[in-house]
């Protein structure tokens, strides 16, 4: 399996990893073990010790440093032994580290060549970390499907209709022609809808919503899986930020080829001081996704088995134009990578 390696992931949401803290992932295949010092600093180091592979994040934390509890060789935080109880430092006795980046509540994770990483590279997610307590929520679920049908399952929001039919769902991107356009950094895709139903969640949140709206929906795609999502419920012909707008994140990091972390984000411009509404919104969002999404796309992985997707011929869409252009896009910088351009 290729996993593009010189972009940032998503390792973890900042507030997984507490000071004096660590957390083992497997991240493309690789186990890491992430670190937070007493000072805040995050780095991270494949969890595996040089010795006889235990896992590092079975150790103990020793100021900036870990100590295996296997035979307590002790590495920095980037990786270098700094401590050897049976002998002298031999440099072989690293082990290897990754750059990593904190920005907008998350942490992110270079996998690729480090002198090439750039954290002014991560999309610009700055509107998670300005949005108050009160309206915002994160999580993070496993799903057992490989990253680009989960991908893939944003960028062709048409599911939510029958997926997601009393909640997310209601017919509004089924009935719209979607609008796709790309740029060197993103592809997005948009679908507008005048004049529908607002979606039965909403309905149930806020009562006083009028019964027809305009629901526009914006999937803004990012190398190799970031996605800004923003939904909004206008009343008709008003303007899209004066609708009820959700400004949310779909970020997906390999574990291996058949598996996923999927860390997701809301924010919202409406009732933002109700911590209550926040609460039953993220409960309600983080239930839909664990009991709709992640099941169908196991249940997808499980039917096309060890097989490659474009193997298996897909009969495509419409409504697959935005999801093949990403794949094709991660497949040009896949190659890219490979020859080193
Ligand atoms: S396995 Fe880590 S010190 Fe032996
Ligand atoms: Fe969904």
New binding site residues.
């Given amino acids: 399996v290729s996993y593009l390696r010189n972009t940032w992931y998503v390792a973890a949401w900042s507030d997984e990893l507490p000071p004096a803290g660590m957390l083992a992932r497997t991240l493309l295949d690789e186990p890491v073990v992430l670190i937070r010092n007493s000072a805040g600093a995050v780095s991270a180091l494949v969890d595996r010790?040089?010795?006889?592979?235990?896992p590092?994040s079975a150790?103990v934390l020793r100021g900036d440093s870990i100590q295996?509890?296997?035979?307590?060789?002790e590495f920095s935080s980037d990786g270098r032994c700094v401590r050897n109880p049976h002998g002298p430092l031999a440099a072989g006795l690293a082990v290897k580290g990754f750059a990593v980046a904190e920005a907008h509540r998350a942490i992110w994770i270079w996998m690729g060549d480090a002198s090439k990483s750039d954290p002014a590279q991560i999309p610009d997610l700055a509107y998670l970390s300005a949005a108050p307590a009160s309206a915002f929520s994160c999580g993070h679920l496993h799903s057992k499907g490989n990253y680009e049908l989960c991908v893939d399952n944003i960028l062709d929001l048409s599911h939510t209709d029958y997926l997601h039919p009393s909640t997310l769902g209601g017919g509004a991107v089924t009935s719209t022609h979607q609008k796709v356009t790309a740029d060197e950094q993103s592809i997005q895709v948009e679908w507008y809808c005048a004049n529908t139903r607002p979606a039965p969640l909403l309905v149930s949140l806020i009562p006083e919503l009028p019964p027809q709206t305009d629901f526009v929906t914006r999937v803004r795609w990012y190398a190799p899986a970031v996605m800004r999502l923003l939904s909004a419920t206008v009343p008709a012909g008003q303007a899209v930020e004066q609708g009820y707008v959700n400004l949310n994140a779909h970020m997906m990091t390999p574990e291996t080829r058949a598996s996923t972390h999927y860390f997701f984000a809301a924010t919202r411009n409406y009732c933002v001081d109700d911590a209550a509404l926040n609460a039953r919104l993220a409960e309600t969002r983080k239930h839909i996704f664990a009991t709709e999404d992640m099941p169908m796309i196991e249940r997808v992985q499980q039917r096309m088995g060890e097989r490659e997707f474009w193997s298996l011929e897909p009969r495509l869409l419409p409504v697959d134009d935005a999801p093949v252009r990403v794949r094709r896009r991660l497949q040009q910088l896949l190659a890219a990578e490979a020859t080193g351009s």
């Fill in positions: 010790c040089p010795h006889r592979f235990a590092l150790g295996c509890r296997y035979h307590g060789l």
